[in-house]
């Protein structure tokens, strides 16, 4: 079985200041790992995906994340926040095995302070 | 393109009555994903439809909850009876069939109240 850990529930980070959003993932096979992010009253969004090669995935809005197999981990990084970067961030794996139904992990909110 | 349409985008019901919502997939798009999101949860997936056939629907309350896609296009979510535990963001998601990318583009959600 797939699934999703998100440790955080909760970060606040001062705008300018850098942001990590860790992910823990339990696959039996290569995951397929993405980051969305979804504002309020919105759907969600896609940030980035890792299927294959790199381990360190650039994403739009200036995110980044790093698959470490070692670790089961796949954290989403972004060197400063802005303002408009406050949302809840949602880490999900699937994979072309069951045709992508995502799992997703809990969320993690974020809250930017000025 | 245009996204993933979805209606309405807020509902409030009382328990015990019915509601239905609507979806529209990114055109082209073969693969449609119904998910249940509860506040504070991730979404949790209810049912998957591959053209106009049930893919899995492991996962949907098949008691009070049906879907459809009639002709592999637009989808729609009932449930009947509604619970106060029903109270969600109900998200549609489509994907183009391929076996590479795997981006699944969502709508903006429909909203429900059960009071």
């Known amino acids: 079985a797939q699934s999703v850990t998100q440790p955080d529930i909760h970060i606040t980070v001062s705008e300018g200041a850098s942001l990590e959003l860790r992910c823990n993932y339990s696959y039996g096979a290569t995951p397929y790992l993405f980051w969305y992010v979804q504002s309020p009253g919105q759907g969600l969004q896609l940030l980035l995906k890792?299927?294959?090669?790199?381990?360190l995935v650039q994403g739009i809005k200036g995110f980044e994340a790093e698959f470490k197999r070692s670790q089961s981990s796949f954290n989403l990084r972004k060197p400063s926040v802005h303002w408009s970067d406050a949302a809840e961030y949602f880490c999900a794996v699937g994979a072309p095995e069951n045709d992508y139904k995502l799992s997703f992990g809990a969320g993690t909110t974020v809250t930017v302070r000025a | 393109e245009a996204g993933v349409a979805q209606s309405p985008r807020y509902k409030i019901i009382e328990k015990r009555q019915s509601v239905a919502f609507w979806c529209n997939p990114i055109s082209g798009h073969a693969t449609l994903y119904w998910y249940q999101q509860i506040l504070g949860q991730g979404p949790k997936l209810l049912i998957q439809f591959q053209n106009n056939g049930v893919v899995d629907d492991s996962q949907l309350p098949k008691d009070r909850f049906s879907a459809e896609r009639l002709k592999g296009v637009d989808s729609t979510l009932k449930i009947q009876p509604a619970k106060l535990e029903d109270s969600a963001v109900y998200l549609c998601a489509s994907r183009i069939r391929d076996r590479i990318t795997g981006e699944l583009f969502f709508g903006e959600g429909s909203r429900l109240t059960v009071l």
């Open positions: 890792y299927f294959s090669g790199d381990t």
